[in-house]
């Protein structure tokens, strides 16, 4: 079983930045894959990034330039730096975490993170 912990969400200004941090623990090799999805109001869950233990990345589209996902091993976090925010961005954002990218999502979610982008 693998327990994720969220921070870093809170209220910015459009074009601004905001770091969140996930904190994994349990069965290491349940989060050899780990990402980040994010739920807007009235919207399905939709994945952001995803990082292997590995190093391999993929990023959403909507995000690609402007977020960087990455992740120490050491201490089972991940991070996502989000940059050039826009109100769009506005959602709860959920750490996912699994044995392979492939697997991803699993059931194994962090509670959730709120960020609200001003416009």
């Known amino acids: 079983q693998v327990q994720l912990v969220e921070s870093g969400g809170g209220l910015v200004q459009a074009g601004g930045s905001l770091r969140l941090s996930c904190l994994a623990s349990?069965?290491?090799?349940?989060?050899?894959?780990m990402g980040w999805y994010r739920q807007a109001p009235g919207k399905q869950r939709e994945l952001v990034a995803a990082i292997s233990n590995g190093g391999i990345i993929m990023y959403a589209d909507y995000v690609k330039g402007r977020f960087i996902i990455s992740r120490d091993n050491a201490k089972n976090t991940v991070y996502l730096q989000m940059n050039s925010l826009k109100a769009e961005d506005t959602a709860v954002y959920f750490c996912n975490a699994g044995p392979a990218m492939a697997t991803l999502p699993t059931d194994s979610w962090g509670q959730g993170t709120q960020v609200t982008v001003s416009s």
């Open positions: 349990g069965s290491t090799f349940g989060f050899n894959a």
